[in-house]
């Protein structure tokens, strides 16, 4: 199906499933990074009394941050794209080969830095980190080539998705020069808080606002006519710019970009209100999406008065979101690779990828992404380190819920398919 846009900004969503990878490529990323999202919860079961004291500058810490974002958010993001890129753009997808050599190289460089900060060894934490820069730039480049040979048109769909690989590189650029402040060689100067914005907003809230303007109107069965889906993406993007400026300039450039983030969170759950109304479908899906975008507006707004809290606010609203739309785009993943395979139009796998979603599933991932994020709010309030090991051990159901329903979704699918046979 060709893309297209549609009257003052009106965007249609329209993809080509046969431009997609071989299922390995997406599986290998996506499998990985629920394996760390498991170490990460495991450390703040066990580190809680750190975190519930706002003792955030401890190692393991430090640590179970890292593997949250490094592993978790940062490893899921890249094997969507590795999906997202060919079959939205309609480009060839990357090489199988030279898709799984980036991988490696991230995965193994990612485990040692992970080490080395574990370890105290900041030889092997350096090493990582070099091996993770490099894996960024390797990615990068793969995915820029990709878009520099699209035909499509370059909409705020194209323009998001650059910016959140730009945003990529930005990130890690940065924790390269904080760790050459830490050892004295330039002064940090309050370079952390942009750190982490860039990592949560720029990195992984420009490519959530760009995602969902081609999922939002496929799960509702909606056109989106007359919704301006670059309104949020780019009002985001200036909020990273002015963060980036506070560097330079004073702190209220980064409160200003904070409430920019604000009006960004407004708009988007505004425009998938507006979706979901024109929509011939009422998918549950939203419900987690709702419940995602919820905690993303109380960290960007939280994040106005650079309270810690914002930052806990928000991983439990990408969290959220993550897995809520993975309810969806697993299966379909699964359905493409099947439907490549079997003789006729690749695309009923739209039809075999319905018959593999459990439709409550999104429902009970937002309601256990809105208990972390309360649990984990009020161990800091109280101070009460068994309310983080408790919203720790929600992390963990979430994984063992979302792989569980993913698999029993497929099965249920195989036996229909058996009956109708």
């Given amino acids: 199906m060709e893309g297209s846009t549609s009257g003052a900004g009106g965007y249609r969503p329209t993809i080509n499933i046969g431009q997609a990878p071989h299922l390995a490529v997406p599986s290998v990323y996506l499998g990985t990074a629920y394996g760390f999202l498991v170490g990460a919860s495991v450390l703040l079961i066990i580190y809680a009394r750190w975190v519930a004291t706002a003792a955030y500058g401890r190692q393991p810490v430090i640590l179970m941050v890292h593997l949250f974002t490094v592993g978790f958010l940062s490893m899921t993001a890249m094997g969507v794209l590795h999906q997202w890129v060919p079959v939205v753009f309609d480009v060839p997808a990357a090489s199988t080969r030279r898709a799984l050599s980036h991988f490696a190289l991230y995965t193994v460089s990612a485990i040692g830095f992970a080490f080395g900060l574990a370890a105290s060894n900041w030889e092997a934490a350096a090493i990582g980190g070099g091996g993770l820069a490099l894996a960024i730039i390797l990615w990068s480049a793969e995915t820029w080539s990709q878009l520099a040979r699209s035909v499509k048109p370059h909409d705020a769909v194209f323009h998001g998705t650059r910016g959140a690989v730009i945003a990529f590189n930005a990130v890690w650029g940065l924790g390269l020069y904080m760790a050459f402040s830490f050892l004295g060689w330039w002064p940090e100067g309050g370079v952390l808080p942009v750190h982490i914005a860039t990592a949560v907003v720029g990195w992984m809230g420009l490519l959530v606002l760009t995602i969902q303007q081609k999922l939002n109107p496929m799960f509702s069965m909606s056109k989106a006519e007359g919704i301006r889906p670059g309104i949020p993406i780019y009002v985001a993007g200036w909020g990273v710019i002015l963060a980036w400026a506070s560097l330079f300039t004073s702190p209220w450039a980064f409160r200003s970009g904070a409430v920019l983030w604000v009006v960004a969170a407004i708009i988007s759950i505004s425009q998938t209100v507006q979706v979901v109304r024109r929509g011939k479908t009422r998918d549950r899906v939203f419900v987690g999406v709702a419940s995602g975008w919820l905690l993303l507006l109380a960290a960007s707004v939280l994040s106005v008065g650079f309270d810690p809290l914002a930052v806990v606010i928000a991983f439990?609203?990408?969290l959220t979101l993550i897995f809520s739309y993975q309810s969806r785009v697993v299966p379909f993943l699964g359905a493409v690779?099947?439907?490549?395979?079997?003789?006729?139009?690749?695309?009923?796998?739209?039809?075999?990828?319905q018959a593999m979603q459990l439709k409550n599933q999104p429902v009970i991932v937002g309601g256990l992404g809105l208990t972390g994020a309360v649990l984990s709010v009020l161990a800091r309030l109280l101070s009460t380190p068994s309310l983080d090991a408790g919203a720790g051990v929600v992390a963990i159901g979430l994984v063992g819920w979302h792989v569980l329903a993913i698999a029993w979704g497929m099965r249920r699918a195989r036996n229909q398919a058996r009956v109708r046979s």
């Fill in 316 to 318: 439990w609203g990408l």
């Fill in 337 to 353: 690779a099947v439907a490549k395979r079997l003789p006729g139009p690749v695309f009923k796998a739209f039809s075999m990828a």
